[in-house]
Every structure is written in structure tokens, then in C-alpha cells.
């Protein structure tokens, strides 16, 4: 592929992960109103442990564990500021 090509299939690639981004949000901010309703805190510390286990044993080798790790983590705080925002706390 020539770099045209290549910078056409990364375009590709990024609107379908805004595309997940914002159905993920959208979920999450269900998990949001849910919480709220029922008096949960919003940080659940052994989800987020959980999720990032098995999203890492996904990895092919240690320098992609760690990105998902950093990419996920980051993916979850901005889940947390959007539930806060429902909540009222932001
Ligand atoms: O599963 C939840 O309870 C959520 O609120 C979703 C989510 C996430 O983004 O995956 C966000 C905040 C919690 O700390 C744990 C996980």
C-alpha cells in the first residue's frame, strides 16, 4: 500500500473507534443514571481491575499490554467525569 492508501485505511479505522467511543459512552452513562438511582458510588476499583485484566491478556506482547492498559485506564476515567456530570458533582 502506498502512504494515500495506508492513510485511507487509518481514517477507517478511527471513525469506527469514535463510533465505538461514543456507543461505549453512551452505555456508560446508562451505568450513570442506574448508580445514581440506586445510591452506588460511581468508581468501582475491582471492575476496573477486572476489565483491565482481561483487556490486557489480549495484548500480543508487553509494549501492547501496557498501551491498552494506559488507553483503557484513560477510557474509564472519562466514563467516570461523564457519570460525575449526571451526578452533579462535575
Ligand atoms: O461498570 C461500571 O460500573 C461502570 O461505571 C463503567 C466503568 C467503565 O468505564 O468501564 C466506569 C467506572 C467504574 O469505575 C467501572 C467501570
Known amino acids: 500500500m502506498n502512504l494515500q492508501e495506508i492513510r485511507k485505511s487509518v ?9 465505538l467511543y461514543k ?9 450513570g443514571e442506574y448508580k445514581k ?3 452506588m458510588p460511581i468508581y468501582d476499583p475491582v471492575r476496573e481491575k477486572e476489565k ?6 489480549l495484548a500480543d506482547d508487553n509494549s501492547d ?3 491498552i492498559e494506559e488507553l483503557f485506564s484513560h477510557i474509564m476515567l472519562m466514563s467516570r467525569k461523564r457519570q460525575a456530570f449526571i ?4
Open 37 to 39: 438511582k440506586n445510591n
Open 65 to 67: 499490554r501496557q498501551e
Open 52 to 57: 483491565l485484566k482481561i483487556l490486557c491478556s
Open 23 to 31: 456507543k461505549r459512552m453512551s452505555l456508560c452513562d446508562e451505568i
Open 11 to 19: 481514517d477507517d479505522v478511527d471513525n469506527e473507534i469514535v463510533r
Open 87 to 90: 451526578f452533579g458533582e462535575d
